[in-house]
């Protein structure tokens, strides 16, 4: 099935981020040259997606001018002969249809998710949030298997024990491959009785239509919010849903560590940071 629309929920205030976030929003935040909100948008695209929907907040004016186009840079880019740099600026305003909607009130990844009922209609769509790169898009992996173990798909890895209260645990039952079938969720299980297993989703899911209503009487639970994981519960026990353990290398851009390990790892990778950072850190390294 294809799917062409995913929702970017992108209201969260990156407390554990203080004092970068106070201005600007977590998902301007670079990574060597791009912010985190591009890399998103452009999996999505590379995933055949052609509408997304940003959910934001008061004070993330900035995104929204990120994806718009900029006359007076273009015309400067131009008049200089900087072509390279002019058709990279442009092609931030082509990537795909690009919306934007507020969440005015921080009651949840669920309550957000909501915001994007009239953007959705009645096709199944794509939530992606987080940074994770890969040679191939996480989200098309996920479109790839939608449908093929019930309604639904999730994304999911693997996390410590330690962890696990931090995300949500997942029933599954491994059916081939990296495909499993869960068929229950519990959202930041407290106690060891509580975890299903070790398997959690992590920022990506593609979610039939049907999930608005579901969420429209979904009481707040966990930290008295709305929780995606809640109603995609509703989904998991009733008619099931496919997980899938993406390919790919995950960053946490909530956590300066996470923050931290992006910069360095796709710095490693960039076509113009990779050489120097690679003698730097070597250099580094022998004077600790």
């Known amino acids: 099935m294809r799917i062409t629309k995913a929702v970017i929920p992108a209201a969260g205030l990156g407390t554990r981020v203080l004092p970068a976030t106070k201005n600007m929003p977590k998902e301007m935040y670079p990574i060597v040259d791009k912010p985190t909100i591009q890399f998103i948008v452009e999996e999505a695209v590379a995933a055949g997606i052609t509408d997304i929907l940003i959910i934001t907040n008061r004070g993330k004016g900035l995104m929204e001018d990120h994806f718009d186009a900029s006359p007076e840079l273009e015309s400067l880019l131009e008049k200089s002969g900087k072509t390279e740099f002019l058709e990279t600026v442009r092609n931030i305003s082509n990537l795909a249809n690009i919306s934007f909607i507020r969440q005015k009130e921080m009651k949840g990844l669920g309550h957000a998710v909501l915001k994007a009922k009239s953007f959705v209609g009645n096709e199944p769509f794509a939530v992606m949030y987080g940074v994770i790169t890969g040679k191939v898009p996480a989200i098309k992996q996920l479109i790839d298997h939608y449908g093929e173990y019930g309604e639904g798909v999730v994304g999911v ?3 410590d024990a330690k962890d696990i209260h931090k995300y949500g645990s997942l029933k599954v039952e491994h ?31 593609v979610l039939p239509a049907e999930i608005f209503g579901i969420l429209e009487n979904t009481k707040p639970g966990i930290g008295g919010e709305i929780q995606l994981t809640d109603a995609m519960r509703e989904i998991a026990i009733t008619k099931g849903m496919t997980a899938v353990e993406f390919e790919g290398k995950r960053y946490d851009m909530g956590n300066k560590f996470g923050i931290l390990q992006a910069q360095i790892e796709i710095g490693l990778e960039h076509p113009e940071t990779k050489d120097f950072l690679k003698d730097y850190i070597n250099n580094l390294a022998k004077t600790l």
């Not at 959202?187 to 899911?205: A, F, G, M």
């Open 175 to 205: 059916m081939h491959d990296n495909i499993f079938a869960c068929t229950d969720m519990k959202e930041k299980p407290q106690t060891p009785e509580e975890v299903l297993s070790l398997y959690s989703i992590l920022d990506r899911c």
């Open 157 to 159: 890895k693997k996390v």
